[in-house]
T-cell receptor, first 117, second 111 residues
Framework: DAGVIQSPRHEVTEMGQEVTLRCKPISGHNSLFWYRQTMMRGLELLIYFNNNVPIDDSGMPEDRFSAKMPNASFSTLKIQPSEPRDSAVYFC???????????????FGSGTQLSVL | SQQGEEDPQALSIQEGENATMNCSYKTSINNLQWYRQNSGRGLVHLILIRSNEREKHSGRLRVTLDTSKKSSSLLITASRAADTASYFCATSRNTGNQFYFGTGTSLTVIP
């Protein structure tokens, strides 16, 4: 299996531009997570999907951020408009949720390094 | 925030020594997991300990959990230069499958 695949690996954009980050989870996994990592705040959970449905988006910083999961093999995280403070590494992770709060381990992608100038 | 806190923030040891890092968390948990992150890479799962377990071993890793103190420790024995990485604890609550990560310990093993 190729693991969790994220694209692009690096994104440099100017303030005000729209940014779209992409994630392909491991085949067969039914839960997908988006995290943001910065030196100041560590790893923050942004949003969590289960069976393509957003379950918890309380970590999404503000309305400029949106995430979708149109099918089991693809998710996007969009920032519009982007701001310099959005600069961070964004990780996607997936797992197989067997229910009963089994909390299986997460498999992470390699991340997208976003720089907003 | 549900995030845990790792201690110390940074640790530097000689190859062959043992490395111990600690994690404290805030709420009741279902399980606690430790992950490793090499520079520029994603996190990789190391070990999981459930709330009804007190100690678990995996190779050179030993994890303890004290739910009364809301704390866990990760011990890496006979460290190697290749163990140089950041180590994170992650907790999940009894409801839902959200995973919340601590701030991480940066471990440097000097050859």
């Amino acid at each position: 299996d190729a693991g969790v695949i994220q694209s692009p690996r690096h994104e440099v954009t100017e303030m005000g531009q729209e940014v779209t980050l992409r994630c392909k989870p491991i085949s067969g996994h039914n839960s997908l997570f988006w995290y943001r990592q910065t030196m100041m705040r560590g790893l923050e959970l942004l949003i969590y999907f289960n069976n393509n449905v957003p379950i918890d988006d309380s970590g999404m910083p503000e309305d400029r951020f949106s995430a979708k999961m149109p099918n089991a093999s693809f998710s996007t995280l969009k920032i519009q408009p982007s701001e310099p403070r959005d600069s961070a590494v964004y990780f996607c992770a997936s797992t197989l949720d067997r229910g009963l709060a089994t909390n299986e381990k997460l498999f992470f992608g390699s991340g997208t390094q976003l720089s907003v100038l | 925030s549900q995030q845990g806190e790792e201690d110390p923030q940074a640790l530097s040891i000689q190859e062959g020594e043992n490395a111990t890092m600690n994690c404290s968390y805030k709420t009741s948990i279902n399980n606690l997991q430790w992950y490793r992150q090499n520079s520029g890479r994603g996190l990789v799962h190391l070990i999981l300990i459930r709330s009804n377990e007190r100690e678990k071993h995996s190779g050179r890793l030993r994890v303890t959990l004290d739910t009364s103190k809301k704390s866990s420790s990760l011990l890496i024995t006979a460290s190697r230069a290749a163990d140089t990485a950041s180590y994170f604890c992650a907790t999940s609550r009894n409801t839902g499958n959200q995973f919340y990560f601590g701030t991480g310990t940066s471990l440097t093993v000097i050859p």
